[in-house]
Antibody, heavy 123, light 107 residues
Framework: QVQLVQSGAEVKKPGASVKVSCKAS????????MHWVRQAPGQGLEWMGI????????TYAQKFQGRVTMTRDTSTSTVYMELSSLRSEDTAVFYC????????????????WGQGTLVTVSA | EIVLTQSPVTLSLSPGERATLSCRAS??????LAWYQQKPGQAPRLLIY???NRATGIPARFSGSGSGTDFTLTISSLEPEDLAIYYC?????????FGQGTKLEIK
């Protein structure tokens, strides 16, 4: 069965960086795009970007351009999201989510989600 | 950036009633629209993709319709477990956005 297992909760100081991992299993990792989504406490969902685990190509949401880096490791079927220059407003749960379409087709809908990783930014 | 506006913000209905949730896009997204259900403390769950297709395992009481800029999620007969926040989401080339959500309360 498809599973996306994310790394554990983090507490960071303002100005620091955080790197969240998402390990995929139960399917061919390089066949599906992966997205990252942020959700601040009590707020809605915010799309951060998409990575092609096969080619490594990435598109970031404009809001996060320059502060976010998405990477992948095909040997471990893991994608990573690193957010830098953290501020208190970045306190949120971060989700990885698989695109439903098989590469190169982009379905645009997310059929499997990780459990979420809470990142707390506090002095 | 395409903005998705959901209405109403909150919807309060009784079990067995019909729920109609709306999502309007600031420009056409064709049929590239999905709906998600998020229960407290859980990750979102895909309900509908490509505007009107039910995802695997989703009960038949959930249906989606629309194209272009106006979309609707309908829950034909509410169950108590449908208490959740519902989000629409669009794809435009390589950029995605979510609506702000509709909170569904069960009386």
């Amino acid at each position: 069965q498809v599973q996306l297992v994310q790394s554990g909760a983090e507490v960071k100081k303002p100005g620091a960086s955080v790197k969240v991992s998402c390990k995929a299993s139960g399917y061919t990792f390089t066949n599906y795009y992966m997205h990252w989504v942020r959700q601040a406490p009590g707020q809605g969902l915010e799309w951060m970007g998409i990575i092609n685990p096969d080619a490594g190509s990435i598109t970031y949401a404009q809001k996060f351009q320059g502060r976010v880096t998405m990477t992948r490791d095909t040997s471990t079927s893991t994608v990573y999201m690193e957010l830098s220059s953290l501020r208190s407003e970045d306190t949120a749960v971060f989700y990885c989510a698989r695109d439903q379409g098989v590469i190169p087709h982009q379905a645009g809908s997310f059929d499997y989600w990780g459990q979420g990783t809470l990142v707390t930014v506090s002095a | 950036e395409i903005v998705l506006t959901q209405s109403p913000v909150t919807l309060s209905l009784s079990p067995g009633e019909r729920a109609t949730l709306s999502c309007r896009a600031s420009q056409s997204v064709s049929s590239h629209l999905a709906w998600y259900q998020q229960k407290p403390g859980q990750a979102p769950r895909l309900l509908i993709y490509d505007a009107s297709n039910r995802a695997t395992g989703i009960p038949a009481r959930f249906s989606g319709s629309g194209s272009g800029t106006d979309f609707t999620l309908t829950i034909s007969s509410l169950e108590p477990e449908d208490l959740a926040i519902y989000y629409c989401q669009q794809r435009n080339n390589w950029l995605y956005t979510f609506g702000q959500g509709t909170k569904l309360e069960i009386k």
